[in-house]
């Protein structure tokens, strides 16, 4: 039986938002108003999963050569998920080839993280699975498709639960845990190529330094930045979440925390560097508790550039890719049929809608963030498609 706990409010965010909490700060009250229009872009529905090849994707995609990577929570064999690759032709469909269906059992299940391609090979995570605690796995996948299980969490003092994809710092894997650690408020780790796990962080709510980061981090000239979805020192017992920093060596530094209502709450996505400017979203907060885009500086200094009203502009975005110093992410919910958005923001805080999902075979409830090859984005729906079980989107704006 699979284990609903994980996809928890993080993930099925279209059924458990929290209530906007917190006035709004004097410093945000005096912003200009923010904007949105509608816009277009060249869309296809690519691909639809059918279940026996997958279901329900939930981690944004990688380009490798062409190629596009990926996983699905879901499906697969023993239904419980699938690593899968996927070749574009450029007209609108192309080719999928399953690399590997979980069996449910020491090799891991249920993940929600993408891949990372490291010299050719593929290391991720598995929120399920692994030791007798089922408390996830880090892998890897050879380029033949063979699967090797690097580490089982669960041990005592261990992550537990990892959500997020790996990152790669100089032949040194970097992710984090969503639970587990000595205040079982999750973690951040290290995992060498061979297997060899170190805990690094152990968050401690506290303190004020969060808990539950769900979301990969980012590297910035060898600094490593994070958030978390809840914790910190506001929204009472739960808290709004925070934004960290860390040394490569483990020394964290709590970045910015949260303070929910309309200055957004829940960031559980990745941030991202454009010129030195970290952006984010979080999946609450804001004007309508519909989520928001922010920045933040390395020194600290937040600022909100959006809130989403949770109509047709969309509502709980997810993790956000800059291309050409524009910043395109989805909305689970929102838009003209509810079913989520795909969506542009300028630097300066202009949104646009650049396709609004219908259900049905154009799929619904975006999970995931996009990624870009050349000009053509690239992006997957935790339903819908043909078959009701995702798809693989193209758009180019």
Do not use: W
């Amino acid at each position: 039986m699979k284990q609903a706990l994980l996809l928890s409010c993080v993930f099925l965010l279209s059924s458990c938002a929290g209530p906007a909490t917190g006035a709004l700060p004097s410093e945000l009250s005096e912003r200009p108003q923010a904007r949105s229009h509608a816009a277009s872009g060249t869309f296809a529905n690519i691909f639809s999963f059918n279940g026996s090849n997958g279901k329900e994707p939930a981690a944004s995609l990688i380009e490798v050569d062409g190629r596009l990577y990926g996983t699905t929570y879901a499906g697969g064999t023993h239904d419980d998920g699938t690593i899968f690759a996927f070749t574009p032709n450029g007209t609108g469909s192309g080719s999928h080839k399953l690399l590997y269906s979980f069996k449910g059992g020491k090799d891991g299940a249920l993940p929600l993280a993408g891949v990372t391609d490291v010299k050719g090979a593929f290391y991720g995570t598995t929120t399920n699975g692994g030791g007798p605690g089922g408390e996830g796995v880090v892998f890897k996948l050879s380029s033949a498709g063979s699967e090797r299980v690097l580490h089982h969490f669960g041990v005592p003092g261990d992550g537990a639960n990892p959500y997020a994809s790996l990152i790669d710092l100089q032949g040194t894997l970097y992710g984090t845990t969503a639970g587990g650690g000595t205040n079982s408020a999750g973690t951040v780790f290290t995992i060498s190529p061979s297997g060899t796990e170190s805990i690094l962080h152990s968050f401690d709510p506290a303190k004020g330094e969060g808990s539950t980061p769900v979301a990969p981090l980012l590297e910035v000239s060898g600094t490593l930045y994070g958030t978390t979805a809840y914790g910190g020192a506001n929204c009472g017992s739960v808290g709004c979440g925070t934004a960290f920093t860390m040394t490569a060596s483990g020394s964290q530094m709590v970045l910015y925390t949260f303070k929910g209502g309309s200055a957004g709450m829940t960031p559980s996505a990745p941030l991202v560097n454009v010129g030195g400017t970290l952006y984010g979203t979080t999946a609450y907060g804001g004007t309508s508790n519909d989520g928001t885009v922010f920045t933040i500086t390395p020194s600290g200094k937040e600022s909100l550039i959006y809130s989403f009203q949770g109509g047709s502009d969309g509502a709980v975005p997810q993790s956000l890719i800059v291309l050409n110093g524009t910043l395109y992410g989805t909305t689970t919910l929102g838009g003209s049929n509810n079913f989520g958005t795909v969506f542009s923001v300028t630097t300066g805080g202009t949104e646009s809608v650049l396709h609004t999902f219908k259900g049905g075979s154009d799929g619904a409830s975006p999970r995931a963030g996009l990624v870009a090859d050349g000009k053509t984005l690239y992006g997957t729906t935790a339903s819908g498609g043909r078959n009701n079980r995702g798809t693989i989107f193209s758009l180019t704006p």
